[in-house]
């Protein structure tokens, strides 16, 4: 849905900064900027559930997370085969450490966020074998292999809301083609 909402971004203006959000993660102080930098940048360092405190691991890359547009156009966006929980965000670690080297982090004072009760998602099939391959599909899985139809617009004041169809038939394509590389390369 990132790779969605990036896509069409880009025909309402000229944003060169993107806010990688999960809807579930609240800001809980000011002064974590959104903006973006020379290297990509994890805002969301700890989590806060109720009572309990959560630090993310060193190379997590999601729940919040600035991205600039070549940046994220250079790796191709997120991969399109993970569906459920799970993968998707290391995935896109693994593509911007890959070609930029590093992600920066905010520090714990400044990257807290109230992550809200939710129920969760089920587990994306077959999410670690797909991450193991994630090198072998960037060039072919992501904003270029892209498929979906929007369905409805909603612009507000804050925010443009987009809902869409992904139909899911490039997901098929992509394992296809991932597992005739694989077959050509063994």
Not at 10 to 19: D, H, L, P, R, S
Not at 35 to 54: H, W, Y
Not at 100 to 110: A, E, H, L, P, Q
Request: proline share 1%; with cysteine; aromatic share 12%.
């Amino acid at each position: 849905l990132f790779n969605i909402g990036f896509v069409e971004t880009q025909k309402y203006g000229a944003w060169t900064c993107y806010i990688l959000h999960d809807v579930d993660h609240l800001l809980t102080n000011k002064y974590n900027k959104y903006t973006c930098q020379d290297s990509p940048s994890q805002l969301s360092i700890l989590a806060i559930t109720g009572n309990k405190l959560k630090e993310r691991y060193w190379n997590y890359l999601g729940g919040v997370s600035a991205v600039s547009k070549l940046q994220f156009q250079t790796i191709n966006g997120f991969s399109n085969i993970y569906y459920g929980w799970g993968g998707e965000d290391d995935d896109l670690y693994n593509r911007l450490t890959h070609h930029f080297g590093n992600v920066t982090r905010r520090s714990r004072r400044v990257g807290q966020y109230e992550e809200l009760p939710h129920i969760e998602s089920e587990k994306s099939e077959d999410r670690r074998s797909k991450l193991f391959k994630w090198k072998d599909r960037m060039e072919f899985d992501g904003l270029n292999s892209l498929k979906y139809t929007i369905l409805e617009v909603e612009m507000h004041q804050l925010f443009t809301k987009f809902v869409a169809n992904t139909h899911g038939e490039h997901i098929d394509r992509a394992n296809i083609a991932l597992v005739k590389q694989i077959k050509t390369n063994a």
